[in-house]
């Protein structure tokens, strides 16, 4: 009878409410262009801006760790649910999969998780946490830090299943017109990094097709032929 | 104008509603005792029962990974809130650090975070994934689970602020009458490991208390002089 008690709770199906404790800032307006993986494009620097009723005593200590885990919501794909079985771009879009066996953001409670390289913190205007290497959308919610714990949480050698490592970069380069001159350094990084990773859908190989990104406040044209990027201009968002 | 609009949306102080996609069967049926982070009690064994919505197809090729991520709720402290500031233990229980610079359960979303060692997984009475080295306690809620990617999250050179390594471990005895000889020898390393990571209060150091933990369906006694454990007896449960 216990037992059967025990095994009736366990089937009972728990909601809990999950709060946003801060926001990210980040030079992704959209999805597209993103790289898939935190760490990918060192120059995708993000900055998590803590909700007020979190003051710098919260994050005391949090500035001697080189890595924090951050905990967000996918919210650009609340609307568009989840399903069992997802095709990850790294098998080419052939292969399903689970959705626990990748990092898909259409998953039932759309948690997501990165791994970010914390740059610094300040506390003069609210509490702002500048990471690097960021795979975020603009405007995430993001709802837990953690510091990262090398000895319990570095396991280099664990099988990765159907992904082996990072995937091969892009070789990039600007045409003459691209209005590569305007730009500052750290932002023809951001690009260039960005488009290395190859933000094309999988399944698609067409050399003659324009992609159109938007980074910060600008919008990228872009061409990729076999394993090369033409970045073919830089412009300001029309308005 | 815009500038504004955008921030005022960042303000806004957001609510999710997050449900429970699993359940975790754990020896674990108390938090005394319980190991501070997973991987250091490679003998604690849990199965974490998908909910009946997700079949086999939902954990397709999680298979070929070592390990996953468990995202879970700290049931355990709901009802005890948060706060600012914690003492953790392996500071002694005298420094205080930020909430988000530690892993402490006390935080504004009970979030938890484990990556844990998947030992198999079983699909013929509901979708089962069976783990060792896990630090969760008995019921708790899983909501969401993913695979780990080491050459993403495998970042051994990290500083890692307070916490340089694993803990020493303690030393164990078992006192001649405390009835191992009746024990299985997976029940034994359970108790032996989970002791011998010191699951007292850091600010507590008195060789004559006698401590109590239940394990399994067992309350262990026991003892701490120095860096020495004395397994006093293991006794069913008092009904």
Redesign the interface.
Known sequence: MLQFHKLF???I?????????G?V?SPYKQKFGIAR???LVPAAEICI?L??R?????????E????I?V?F?FHGVLGEGWA??VRPPRLGGKQ????????SPH?????G?S?LKLERITTDSGVKLWCSGADLLD?T?V????????????????????????PPQLDILWHEASGRQHLTEAFASLISQSIAQDPRPAYQNIPERVYVMNVGDCEVKFQIDENRALILSVLPMPV
């Open positions: 709770n366990k089937l199906h728990m909601q809990y409410t999950i709060e946003t404790i926001t800032c993986q935190p760490g801006s909700d007020k979190f003051q710098a005593d919260c994050v005391r200590g949090l001697t760790f080189d890595y885990w905990h919501i069992p079985l399903k999969k689970g959705v626990f066996a990748t990092r998953r039932p409670n759309h948690l998780l791994l405007e919610p709802i837990d830090i953690k510091p990262y714990i090398p000895f319990v949480e570095a396991k280099p050698n664990a099988a990765a299943g159907f992904i082996d490592g990072a």
